[in-house]
Every structure is written in C-alpha cells, then in structure tokens.
C-alpha cells in the first residue's frame, strides 16, 4: 500500500511538471499566435423573440499550427496572467470594426459585442486607443457593445465610472457579462453608465425545470426592468429555455439554438438577402 502510494505521487508529480510545461509552451506560443494569423474572430448572434438578429458576440479562438484547437476558457485566463490580452484585445477592437464594416455592407446593421477584460480596460491610454481605433476605421462607436465582468467594478468604482462615461461619449454601450455569478454588490448598478445584463449560461442551462435557477433568471429580469436596463441570456440551447425567457420578457437570445458561433464571412452568406436591424 505504502509502494503504491509513492507511485501515485511520482505519477501527480510528473503530471503536474508536464502541465507546467505545457503552460509555458502554450503561453510562448500564445505571444506569436497574432503574428502567425492563428487568432480569429468568430461570430454568434443574438436574436429576438421572432429569431431575427438584433446583434451578435464576438468570440476569440486560436488555431494552433501544431495542436489545433485551443479552447478560450486554457488560452484566456493564460493571456490574462501574462498581460497578453492586452495586445490581443487591440485586435479584437479592430477585427470588430472591420467585422461590422463586413456586416454593414451586406445590408445587416446592428451592434457587435466584444469582450473587454479588466487589464485591457484599466490601460492608462485605453480611451485614447479605443478612439483612435474608431478614426481610423471609420467606425461609429454607436454599433459596439463592450462586455465587461463584475471584477471590474471591486475597486477604483469613481474611475471605472469616469472611464465608462467618457467611452459612453462615443457612442459604445456596456454589458454586463456573467451576471449574476461574481461580486454581485448591487449597488453599483444604478452608478454604472450601463445598458445591458448578460444572464449567465449556468442560470440559463437549467430553467426552467431547476426553481432556484428559475427564481434567479426571473430576478434579474424583472430588476433590470426596473433599472432600465436590456437583458440578454447567454446559452440558451432548448425551446424550452426560449419559451420561458420569450414570455418573461428577455430582449435577446443567444446560444446554440440558434446559431454556433461561426466565421463572420459564413454567417453573411447564410444570411444572404436579408436585412437585419
Ligand atoms: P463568455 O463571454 O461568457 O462567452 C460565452 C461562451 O459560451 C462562449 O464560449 C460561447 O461559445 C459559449 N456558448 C455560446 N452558446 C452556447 C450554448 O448554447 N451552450 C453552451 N454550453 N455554450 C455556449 P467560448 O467561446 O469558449 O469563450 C469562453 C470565454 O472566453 C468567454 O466566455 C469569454 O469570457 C472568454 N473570451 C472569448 N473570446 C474573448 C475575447 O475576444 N476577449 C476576451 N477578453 N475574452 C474572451
Ligand atoms: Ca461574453
Ligand atoms: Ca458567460
Ligand atoms: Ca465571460
């Protein structure tokens, strides 16, 4: 018994050495992944109670030459630790711009939403980048929606405000992504220049069979209501989920139901003849 249990500790310890490994290969890899064009945008609507889409997310993947695939919940949090995602969120500010001209020429106007994270979003020169990004690409900020999570309001609240009202003067809305599943003092929301929640997937997956979810979903709603604020539900993969969000009065929709997400160009051509506003 005492043999196997050193054996089974060598194994955890050489697993763990090869996850350390992994980890720094992976984060290498990462730094010259937006050189070596294996970064892409993809893109999922989100629709209205008719199915028709009134915006839609952009999410990052990453194609790596030698391992395919790298999911964003390994290379997300991996880019965050390094400072990464500061870089890599620049691009995703002009991929959406240049998405949205794609869109826009097809006769399909509504916003793009992206994800902001809490280090892109505290930059000294964010502001400034992100008007400069919007000039040069001839984009009215109007058509963008920065998702952002919680974590960012914990602290420096008077000048994450002040940040946002100054990203407000452009014309770009805000989210909040994951509601309901962080620090949720509710405080803030009436400070915040928001306009929009984003109800997390793990409320969503099980309504509205699970009452606690059930009651959770339905809170928000009726609080954002109250606050003046759109909600859209994330995850949604069920009529059944639909039907109840639709009836309680969910502005928008978005998850597999409808549509995966999937390249811009492929989005447009299945789209093709319609207009969408
Ligand atoms: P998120 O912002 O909460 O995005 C929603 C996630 O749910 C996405 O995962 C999406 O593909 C997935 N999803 C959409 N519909 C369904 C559905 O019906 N069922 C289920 N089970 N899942 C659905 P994804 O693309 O793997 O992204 C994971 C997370 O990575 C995102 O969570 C976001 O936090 C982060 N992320 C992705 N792209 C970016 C980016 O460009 N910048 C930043 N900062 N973070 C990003
Ligand atoms: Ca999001
Ligand atoms: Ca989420
Ligand atoms: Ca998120």
Known sequence: AKSAGR????????????????RLTLERDLTKALELNELQMVMQAQVNDAGVAVGAELLMRWHHKGRGMVSPAVFIPLAEESGLIVKMGDWVLQEACRILKQLQSAGHYFSLSINVSPKQ???????????????????????????????????????TIARMSKLSDLGIRFSIDDFGTGYSSLNYLKRLPLYELKIDKSFVQDIPGDANDTAIVGSILSMARQFGLKVVAEGVETVEQANYLIAN?????????????IA??????????????
């Open 7 to 22: 054996n089974q500790i060598a194994f955890f310890e050489g697993n763990m050495q090869t996850e350390v490994e992994h």
């Open 121 to 159: 979003f505290r930059q000294k020169d964010f502001v400034d980048k992100v008007t400069a990004t919007l000039a040069t690409q001839g984009v009215d900020g109007n058509y963008l929606i920065f998702e952002v999570t919680e974590g960012l309001f914990i602290d420096n609240l008077q000048e």
């Open 249 to 261: 009065d969910c502005d928008s929709m978005q998850g597999f139901l409808y549509s995966r997400p």
């Open 264 to 277: 811009p160009e492929l989005w447009i051509s299945q789209h093709a003849q319609e207009q969408t506003a």
